[in-house]
């Protein structure tokens, strides 16, 4: 069905790692239980020359040219937002920074230029971390995470298994499980998209009149392009959202399909 379709959800001109994925997958749902397969086959590790002394960064670290360089230094406060990365005077531009204190738990990571990830994140593999993304202090990358270019994974956030497509951004105290968000997707502080059905029985998708039943384990959210969510709402376990939607704060969203534009609200 079109409405179950990803690029329903997705438009066809966002550029990510998951193109091929997407064009081939029937139903939207299908892309969870491919995330790690699709990230693995696509990765392409950089920082096996920062953990060779082991996980924990000890120091401001560069990623330039595909290379690791120590010693550098840095500004936060850089042109547009952005930090600035010196090596002996020179400005290494594009390079991807990563501050002391995070910790890389294993080679199968990939860093993308200009992303940023900083002090008490953990990242587990498999996990890309796109260009200009950001994982901020004491996020937890639990692995299997494709973030795409200008993506933040924030203050006290929690993923696995989650696709976050071009600028997508979940910026405080929020939890992604099994889940894709779409390009330009806004989570509000605390937003949780719970993945775990209490209930031994399948989740139930109705559109258009007719009525889809899905049995996967674990199943978060999928939101479409440009969604909002609105501080401490929660998505139950397997909601379909559509593209330009918002949920108000303090909302539970119960499992289902929400069209395109909706505006989900406590009745």
């Known amino acids: 069905m079109e409405c179950f379709s990803p690029y329903h959800f997705f438009s066809r001109a966002v550029d990510t790692r998951l ?117 901020r202090q004491a996020a937890y990358v639990r692995g299997s995470v494709l973030a795409g270019e200008g993506c933040v994974i924030g203050h006290a956030t929690e993923a696995k298994n989650t696709v976050m497509l071009p600028g997508a951004k979940a910026g405080h105290f929020a939890y992604l499980g099994d889940s894709v968000l779409g390009a330009g997707v806004n989570l509000g502080a605390g937003t949780k998209l719970a993945n775990l059905k209490m209930l031994d029985s399948p989740y139930r998708f109705v559109a258009d009149g007719q009525t889809r039943l899905v049995n996967i384990r674990k199943f978060g959210a999928i939101l479409g392009d440009r969604v909002e969510t609105g501080c401490n709402s929660v998505t139950s376990p397997g909601v379909l959202v559509g593209p330009g939607s918002k949920v108000l704060p303090n909302v539970t969203v119960k499992a289902g399909f929400y069209p395109s534009h909706s505006l989900i609200r406590d009745k």
Do not use: Y
């Open 19 to 135: 193109a091929g994925l997407l064009a081939a997958t029937e139903c939207v749902w299908d892309l969870l239980p491919a995330i790690e397969e699709a990230i693995r086959q696509t990765i392409e590790p950089n920082v096996a020359q920062i953990v060779k002394n082991g996980p924990l960064v000890t120091e401001p670290v560069a990623i330039h040219s595909g290379q690791a360089v120590t010693r550098v230094s840095f500004r936060l406060d850089g042109p547009d937002g952005r930090f600035v990365c010196h090596k002996d005077g020179e400005e290494l531009a594009g390079a991807a920074l990563i501050l002391p204190g995070a910790f890389l738990a294993d080679e199968l990571i990939e860093i993308g230029p200009g992303a940023l990830v900083e002090t008490g994140a953990m990242i587990k593999g498999p996990a890309i971390i796109g260009p200009g993304t950001e994982v």
